[in-house]
């Protein structure tokens, strides 16, 4: 059985990945600001990671409280972009769109990272070599993937009968409405705002805190920074209350376990089977969210959203395939940072670090996650 356990642990960090993303829709539905969601969420998870980490690193509490003035600046901008605006943008966009549209957003991140960190060369690319094409056209099926979800609504996929008008009409009036677009979009930029986290965690990792504080540290500054501004965008103190237990659950779930118990799996198994695994898994809360939300939520499933899924997934695992053939010889050295473990978390996870000394993608060798 001890082979099957990594299995199983990617299997329920994905369920807890499509629960949330459903949990929070339901919740928006509801009637709540997905900006007070986002501060309730970080002081849930700064009351899980702060304690653990605490404890993890209790013989050099100096070292973590420490970091001095450029490392806080460092993380206090990792906190703006991986935390609070990419929570604020996934949110949002899970509110004006759809919870499967949003599970399948995060896709992206590979494609997006790929490309940022080619851009300040810490992924390299050699064109001539079927690899390196992979690489590039995988991102390109991702982006065109994402593209079409955003603008092509298309026709309903369940009960859906032609009218008089025929497929004429279904074409005519396939496309998707401004909240659509809108919402999509802003899931394109919480995928973008977390690959650029991912970034960041180079200097970061690299010169002044480990992959665990810097999550503690990225909670508790991106509770009181999404506090402040959530405190001008929403400043009625009816709409900060909690009005039913199924809201205060939901919270407390997304902190608890999305923040906790996720992290604790996901880094388990990466440590196990190393960082591709997970990766390859993450489609599978984008499966669980569409049914589910099908069932549940009576979300209806479009066309459009399916053709872009399918696209962002098969862009996701060229680009994998890509990376999968790097040879040790390109590695970043001594970088301790993961992109494969947080391609796995998807909805906006800003409390998950990364731990790795890999390059931004990491290579896929078969002790993936």
Known sequence: MEEYKPLAAMVVVQCIYAAMALWAKAIFSGGMSPLVFVVYRQAIATL???????????????????????????????????????????????????SSMATAMTNLIPAITFVMATLVGLESVEIRKPRGMAKISGTIVCVGGAMVMAFFKGPKLLHHALGAGGLYDVLLHSSAGRNWVIGALLLVGSSSCWSLWLVLQVPICKSYVDPLTLSAWMCFLSMGQSALLTSFAVPDLDDWMIHSLFELMGCIFSGAFGSGVAFYLQSWSITVRGPLYSALFNPLSTVITTVLATMILHEQPYLGSLLGAIAVVAGLYIVLWGKGGDSKSQRVPAVTVDLEKTLARPESQLDAASTITEPLLADGNPAEK
């Open 48 to 98: 899980v990671l702060v304690p653990i980490t605490f404890i993890a690193n209790r013989k050099k509490l100096k070292e973590m409280v420490c970091i001095g003035t450029t490392g806080f600046a460092l993380v206090f901008v990792a906190s703006l972009v991986g935390a609070t605006a990419n929570q604020y943008l996934y949110y949002t966009g899970l509110h004006l769109g759809s």
